[in-house]
């Protein structure tokens, strides 16, 4: 029976491969029209790319990466841009970059679609809408190296349901490069309650480790200086994370511990309440946004797949009330329009950077808010009880 469960999976994955493929000339077309500006922005206008840059020269001069304010990546992100820049040059590190960042957007689009039984049609228009959000054009408008780093994450973080192992090495490659994927590697390993055992995070997080260990070993002397720089921003920067809202509030949290209590949480809904892998990868990727510390508007890229989910889940609900337990159309209505209203929320974050003159407690509010709409999808996405033909969807591209 499980063979033939693995065979239904692999002919399913490669039916779907042709329509995935099909939506990315409409992601770079959508992106050149809706984001041409900033598609042509010189280097100098490019803050985190000029950054990255920055840090690569220190690098292979030996000096410490972390001397360019504002890098937060690994001492290994920082000399691979160094060889990049080296090798092709300015203009060419830039088309590089937005090939790479238009490429990562469409993996974004395409699984966060995984294990849903989805028409070319809402393929089509979710790499559309994907394509012209704002959170994609703050990317490309700072070369933000988000854009190229979130959906190799997420296809390891799917891998991890089927195969823990290559799922855990290419988790742990992402975040050898930008620890951007510690929670969200923690939360996909969690074991469901009654469902998988203990095998699973063994082989996932050991793979992981394994992958960022010889990575580690670039740089090495420079870890603790990027301990301190992701510890504590320097002023002015734009730094979207909890501990900075709390903050705002009057509430010091030191964001290590919100990262811990946001995973330890995490992995608790997990276990109790993921009833397949494909709602775990979404709360995963979404509780990974809330526990960082360090955040920009296309780091909330990784929420897409419990956005997708919770709409899915609430227009299901609407479309199909429970007539048994009295459940009108107008009620069941509700939270659809809910999930809508925090779906906009999610994509408006770049908001949050337009409050800086405001008073210290309306910043911390304006900071919150994305957050507080990242946690309502993952509760409507696990809430809303799943259609019959959701399964389990162990890989990227499996049917529900």
């Known amino acids: 029976m499980r063979a033939a469960s693995a065979d239904d999976r692999t002919r399913a994955a490669g039916g779907k491969l042709p329509a995935a493929l099909s ?37 292979l001069a030996g000096r410490n990466p972390y001397g360019a304010v504002g890098y937060f990546y690994t001492p290994a992100f920082a000399y691979g841009v160094g060889w990049l820049h080296h090798g092709l040059g300015t203009p060419g590190t830039l088309l590089a970059f937005r090939l790479a960042a238009l490429l990562g957007v469409w993996l974004v689009a395409t699984l966060s ?83 998988d055992g203990w095998q699973l995070p063994r082989r996932a997080l050991l793979a992981a480790t394994v992958a960022v260990l010889p990575w580690l070993m670039f740089g090495w002397r420079w870890l603790p200086a990027m301990g301190g720089a992701t510890g504590a921003p320097p002023a002015g920067f734009n730094n979207i994370a909890v501990a900075v809202g709390l903050a705002a509030l009057g509430l010091e949290v030191p964001p290590l511990v919100v990262m811990v209590a946001v995973t330890a949480v995490g992995a608790w809904v997990v276990w109790r309440y993921a009833p397949n892998h494909r709602a775990r990868v979404a709360v995963a990727a979404a509780l990974n946004v809330v526990a960082l510390p360090v955040n920009n508007p296309s780091t909330f890229l990784l929420t897409l797949p419990v956005q997708v989910l ?29 999930c809508l209203a925090a779906v906009l929320s999610v994509h408006g974050v770049r908001g949050v950077r337009s409050t800086g003159d405001q008073p210290l407690a309306l910043r911390g509010v304006a ?34």
Request: charged share 20%.
């Open 23 to 59: 939506t990315l000339p409409l992601v770079f077309a959508a992106a050149a029209l809706a984001h041409r500006d900033a598609l042509a922005r010189p280097l100098d206008g490019m803050v985190d790319l000029r950054c990255y840059l920055d840090a690569g020269e220190r690098a």
């Open 113 to 195: 679609l995984a294990g849903a039984a989805a028409s070319l049609r809402t393929r089509a228009a979710v790499a559309l809408l994907v394509a012209v959000s704002p959170l994609v054009r703050d990317g490309l408008f700072h070369g933000n190296a988000t854009l190229l780093l979130a959906g190799p994450l997420l296809a390891g973080l799917l891998l991890v349901g089927a195969r823990p192992a290559a799922g855990g090495l290419l988790v742990g490659a992402v975040t050898a490069m930008k620890p951007m994927g510690i929670t969200a590697g923690i939360l996909a390993a969690t074991p469901r309650r009654g469902i």
């Open 310 to 338: 919770a709409l899915e889940r609430t227009w299901r609900r609407w479309r199909r009330p429970r007539v048994e337990a009295g459940a009108s159309r107008v009620r069941s209505l509700g939270p659809f329009v809910i």
């Open 367 to 400: 900071t919150l808010m994305p957050f507080l709409a990242v946690l309502l999808l993952t509760a409507l996405a696990l809430r809303v009880a799943p259609e019959p033909e959701d399964g389990d969807a162990g890989a990227p591209g499996a049917d529900g």
